[in-house]
């Protein structure tokens, strides 16, 4: 019947049926990752002074930053709109739920925000446990939510052995813990080019070969290849929802956003405005989706690259406990409140 009134009516059809895709809603047919910033005065969507257990790392607003404007941005999709983030919409679908962010200080940062988020909606009832120094429970009782976050910088294993510290590219053996949550979202990519005391190894084992180091960005593609593996292998993609984070990028270098001699983020107080980031994506980008591609299992790729470069006025520089230069890490609140919102749209629908 509709082929035949296009046939009839041509191009008011083809504008009709497109409206019906439900483009508008934004929950199917539309990347929600393109888009642009815009001004909103209702933003933020909350008081970061009312958050419990912020960070100081991420706590910008308390170590005295002094603009708000990185404050007030909302994600505007090219073709729909983001729904705004709603804590009893989010906690009611979820109900009964596991949630768990496994990777770097990146995943701890997306993490906060949601916390935040949450409890922003149901300031009075919440639990945080440590299970131990690398995984945190935090509970919302009445709804039986619990979002984790699980530490670790590579994903695959780093082992204490007689030679030392061993980064193991083809071995994860925390995956028994990942495995029971509902909902998983993966990030590494921080810590595969650090050297020097910052580099967390001694080491790097690929079968049975040891060696004391190797080109980075290699080793990253086989250790994100491993955990491919393992999700393909492993996970019951019927009971848990997977996704993996974009990498996240960060501002040192200002020849990226056409300001050369610029070498970090202490200045930039606005987004950067329309759609591109003039750099392109990080060559990281491409190897993670390169791996992406290979698993047969349906993983999302939480597509946050982009839309995050364009806020080079989004991490803390020096407004945190330490007053150290930090353009790696984002204010809470701020962007990782975008992330939760892109994140709700994934696993509420
Ligand atoms: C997380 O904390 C809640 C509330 O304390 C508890 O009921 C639940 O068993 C904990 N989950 C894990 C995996 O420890
Ligand atoms: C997942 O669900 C599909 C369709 O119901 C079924 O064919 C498949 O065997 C299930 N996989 C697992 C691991 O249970
Ligand atoms: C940050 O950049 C400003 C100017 O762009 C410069 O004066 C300052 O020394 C830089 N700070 C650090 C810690 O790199
Ligand atoms: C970005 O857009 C805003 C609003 O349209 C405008 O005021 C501002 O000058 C633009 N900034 C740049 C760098 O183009
Ligand atoms: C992720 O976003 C970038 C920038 O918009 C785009 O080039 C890329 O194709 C997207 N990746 C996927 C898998 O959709």
């Avoid at 409890?119 to 945080?128: C, D, E, V």
């Avoid at 994860?172 to 909902?183: A, E, H, L, P």
Wanted: hydrophobic residues 35%; aromatic residues 14%.
């Amino acid at each position: 019947m509709r082929l035949y009134r296009c046939l009839v009516f041509g191009l008011v059809c083809v504008c009709l049926s497109l409206v019906s895709k439900g483009e508008e809603d934004g929950l199917s047919g539309c990347n929600m990752y393109e888009g642009e910033w815009v001004w909103d005065d209702s933003y933020p969507l909350y008081d970061s002074a009312k958050c419990p257990h912020l960070r100081s790392q991420f706590d910008c607003s308390k170590y005295g930053r002094p603009d708000h404007f990185y404050l007030k941005y909302r994600w505007q999709p090219s073709k729909c709109n983001l729904p705004r983030f709603d804590g009893k919409e989010f906690l009611t679908k979820l109900r009964g739920k596991q949630i768990m962010f496994v990777g770097d200080s990146v995943s701890l940062n997306q993490w906060q925000s949601l916390i935040c988020l949450l409890h922003s909606f149901l300031p009075q009832t919440q639990i945080l446990d440590e299970l131990d120094k690398l995984v945190y429970n935090y509970t919302f009782p009445d709804y039986q939510v619990s979002v984790f976050v699980y530490h670790s910088t590579h994903l695959v294993d780093i082992e204490e052995e007689k030679i030392g510290r061993v980064l193991k590219l083809d071995s994860i053996k925390s995956g028994s813990i990942w495995k029971n949550m509902d909902i998983l979202v993966f990030n590494t990519w921080l810590w595969w080019y650090r050297t020097g005391p910052k580099q967390p190894w001694d080491y790097i084992q690929i079968g049975n070969k040891i060696v004391k180091d190797m080109d980075r960005m290699e080793a990253f593609r086989i250790g994100l290849t491993t955990w491919a593996k393992w999700v393909d292998a492993e996970v019951d993609t019927n009971k848990t929802k997977v996704l993996f984070q974009g990498i996240s990028p960060q501002h040192y270098n200002g020849i990226e956003w056409n300001e050369p001699g610029v070498t970090n983020c202490s200045k930039e107080t606005r987004p950067i405005n329309g759609s591109t980031y003039s750099a392109g994506l990080p060559k990281a980008y491409y190897v993670m989706e390169d791996v992406l591609k290979k698993i047969t299992k349906p993983v999302h790729l939480f597509n946050i690259t982009t839309l995050s470069q364009l806020r080079k006025d989004a991490h803390p520089s020096s407004y945190n406990l330490f007053k150290a230069m930090d353009c790696t890490h984002w204010c809470v609140a701020g962007l990782t409140d975008t992330w939760n919102e892109l994140l709700s749209v994934q696993v509420t629908n």
